[in-house]
C-alpha cells in the first residue's frame, strides 16, 4: 500500500506490517485524523468519541498510534448530548460541534445518537 503525499515512510512499514495478504487486517488499531495524532501521541488526548455499530476495541486493549501505543481504560455506549465539556476538551475539540462534525464520517448525530465514548492512556513512547 503507498501512502499519501507528505506523510512519513514510517507509515508505509506500519501498513505493511497491519495488513496481511488478501486486505485481512492482522493488527487492531485505533485511527485518529491527522491534526490530533500529535496530541494523542503526547498524551494531551485521552479521550474518543466513535459512531460504531459495535466496539471496535477492547478495555485493556494496546493499539500503536505512530510511534507509541495506547491502553484502552473504558469503552461505554453514552448519547451525544451527555457529553460533557471536560471530555470534549480530553477529545482536542474546542466545541460540542466540532465534535458532532468529526464523529459524523459514519452517519449524523442528533442529541439522542449513541457513540462509543473511549477513553485510554498513552504506554509505549519510542524515541522519534
Do not use: C, N
Amino acid at each position: 500500500m503507498a501512502t499519501r503525499p507528505g506523510e512519513p515512510a514510517l507509515l508505509d512499514a506500519w501498513l505493511a506490517a497491519a495488513f496481511r495478504p488478501g486486505g485481512e487486517r492482522s493488527i487492531q488499531l485505533m485511527e485518529f485524523s491527522r491534526e490530533l495524532r500529535e496530541d494523542v501521541m503526547s498524551g494531551e488526548i485521552t479521550v474518543s468519541f466513535r459512531l460504531w455499530r459495535r466496539p471496535k476495541v477492547r478495555e485493556g486493549g494496546q493499539y500503536p498510534v505512530g510511534p507509541v501505543k495506547i491502553e484502552v481504560d473504558s469503552v461505554e455506549l453514552v448519547p451525544f448530548a451527555s457529553i460533557t465539556a471536560a471530555d470534549i476538551r480530553r477529545s482536542g475539540e474546542r466545541d460540542r460541534e466540532s465534535l458532532r462534525q468529526r464523529a459524523a464520517h459514519s452517519g449524523p448525530i442528533a442529541d439522542d445518537t449513541l457513540l462509543y465514548r473511549v477513553e485510554f492512556h498513552l504506554v509505549e513512547s519510542q524515541a522519534r
